[in-house]
């Protein structure tokens, strides 16, 4: 070791022998390390770890979910919810008479239509020693409950929006119908693949007031938003009211014809493409093969933005109340689109053995026009199998007629009161706790409920809006 003597004879600058240095290098050091044991050389056992006390998310939070807060809800007392619809006062026939004569008699006409309640679930545990341990974020099952809360939400607001009733072959699927399926099919505005205008806001809402509706929000992707904010940048150089250095034109609400609409930007509202990998150990096995074939004169409509003539790639996955599969290997139509009415007849085959989890679904996800094999796939069309024992055939014929689009966004307008649309809860979001069978906390946390749209036609969806270059 290196005495004071020793150091009394060093060089005040510090100059030393590579024996001394070599002393010195076996001073303790912090260190990086976080080592798989606790013995070993170096200073690291006596380091203390520094973890902040708040946990941070990084994924979506409350704040995200805006359908599912601002729907109407109201209680539902059966597992089959019924409801009926006043659809006219009376016929047509002319309400003027001649002086003195009996009129024609008018009956109002009444529709009843049913929906049926689904269940949302999830099932969470905590082990018992972990009750017990100093926990770094607070109480674990606290935490854990919260966490199950927030993933239940986020099922919620997507199914909200695509949830279809139709995903399982001969029966009531187990999802409930979202917006995109409730809205009634003639109200629809087609975009055409080009990104959001004002024009298309007035004209939809329009639509709506056509229908007796008087529109009250629109929901929306961030993207569109922030391309049709793009839209207002040269038209509004001063925000009201004015902040001084700042910029930018924030979209709050729109005045429309009918009335102040209120924006809903909605992270859920965006593109799905197809999954890199199977979403669950549960999920089928990946479809056999797909094909594409290309005819003409067919009623297609091939003229959008990005979505024209030329050759599409697709792939398929199959899916069931556990998750979706691997996508199939890609496949293309057999010849290029080079009309506006041709169309392409889609068929998916399973494989001839299809494994312990049966699929119960088909996802087709399709490029944009020449996106080549390896380009990104937009999911365009689902449908329940059409067979499912033994493997063979999944869906016979598609025919795509570009009415959906690769690469695109849904909007969707409406009156957002419980006259027209409502979520019926027949057990709203609870906890129930389950049996101790192991040395460790476990609970369910559900929600039991499904959508309404008592009046289909005051919504309407603007579907293919595209995405600005710029």
Known sequence: MIGLKDYEHMDGFGLSTWEEVAELNKALMAGYEIPATIGGPGGFALRVESLEASLKVITYQMQHIKFWQKIPKLPAYSTVEEYNQLVTYGGSSGAFTPEGELGEYEDAQYYRQKSFVKYVQTVRKVTHPLTLVRAAHGDVVGNEIRNGIMWMLGQIEFALYWGNSALRPGAEGYQWDGLNRLIDNTMVLDANGDPLSEDLIESASNQVIEQYGFPTDIFIGTRPLADLAKVMFPKERIIVPYREGQVGVPLNTFASQGGILAFNPDVFLRKITAPASATSLKAPLAPASGTATKASTGGGSWNKTNNGWGTYHYVATAGNRYGE???????????????????????????????????????????????????IKYLVYQQATESVAGGGTAIAAWIDMNSIIANAHKVFIGELTPQVIAFKQLAPMMKMDLAVVEPSIRWLQLLYGVPQIYAPRKWIVVKNVGEATV
Request: with cysteine; proline share 6%.
């Open 325 to 375: 599969s691997l996508p199939c290997a890609a496949f293309s139509n057999s010849s290029p689109v080079v009309a506006d009415d041709d169309k392409i007849t889609v068929a998916v085959v399973l494989a001839s053995s299809i494994g312990t989890y049966l699929p119960e679904y088909i996802n087709v996800y399709r490029t944009v026009a020449n996106g080549g094999s390896g380009g």
